[in-house]
């Protein structure tokens, strides 16, 4: 079975661009995660959609991050324009809406840089 | 959620058994106690989860007291690459839909 995966696995970008990560879960996974680690900082929940509805995006930090879920299947993360304090790890992961084991699994990971 | 309290860091050395010990005097009646490990340039892992007493699967032990107020992770006869930051999370309960809240986690060094 294919693990979360995300894309691309590094990207550097100047202020006020806009990048757009990618996240392709576990299939068969309703449920989909988006966290991210700044410099020096815990990692931090962003947001939660079950298929292709946002359940909770109570850590989103602000409208310059659009997150979508097309389909109910991969999901994407763009920042417009980036600032220097988006710079960080951004994590996907995902999980099954049935079982008995709570257990998300996360990708490898996006590191963006934003000079 | 609960909060949590667990050690910065540990160092070990091969072959030694590794217990890591989280506080979580607030814990509720319906928390349960997960365990996720991160190794460098990685997401984090889910290791283990449990509610009270013990917990084996093939990587780990969990044992918690009959109070809950705490558990001790424990890892048998490590080895370099259990070199990882270990993550103590309360609060996350059947409700599958629930969100990890992170805290600092013990960085664990083993050292050969």
């Known amino acids: 079975e294919a693990g979360v995966t995300q894309f691309p696995s590094h990207s550097v970008i100047e202020k006020g661009q806009t990048v757009t990560l990618r996240c392709d879960p576990i299939?068969?996974?309703?449920?989909l995660y988006w966290y991210r680690r700044v410099m020096g900082k815990e990692i931090k929940f962003l947001l939660h959609?079950?298929?292709?509805?946002?359940?909770?995006e109570s850590g989103m930090p602000n409208n310059r991050f659009l997150a979508e879920r097309t389909g109910g299947t991969y999901s994407t993360l763009k920042v417009q324009p980036a600032e220097l304090e988006d710079s960080g790890v951004y994590f996907c992961?995902?999980?099954?809406?049935?079982?008995?084991?709570?257990?998300?699994?996360f990708g490898p990971g996006t590191r963006l840089t934003v000079t | 959620l609960a909060k949590t309290t667990q050690p910065i860091s540990m160092d070990s050395y091969e072959g030694q058994e590794v217990n890591i010990t989280c506080s979580h005097n607030?814990?509720?009646?319906?928390?349960?106690i997960t365990w996720y490990q991160q190794f460098p340039s990685q997401g984090p892992r889910f290791i283990i989860q449990?509610?009270?007493t013990k917990v084996t699967n093939e990587v780990a032990s969990l044992f918690i007291p009959a109070d809950r107020k705490s558990s001790t992770l424990s890892l048998p006869r490590v080895s370099l690459s259990d070199t990882a930051v270990y993550y103590c999370?309360?609060?996350?309960?059947?409700?599958?839909?629930?969100?990890?809240?992170f805290g600092k986690g013990t960085r664990l060094h083993i050292l050969p």
């Open positions: 449990g509610y009270k």
């Open positions: 999370l309360v609060g996350l309960s059947m409700n599958r839909d629930d969100k990890i809240i």
């Open positions: 299939s068969g996974h309703d449920n």
């Open positions: 992961a995902s999980s099954h809406s049935t079982g008995y084991n709570y257990e998300q699994y």
């Open positions: 607030n814990i509720a009646t319906n928390d349960y």
């Open positions: 959609f079950v298929k292709e509805s946002k359940q909770d």
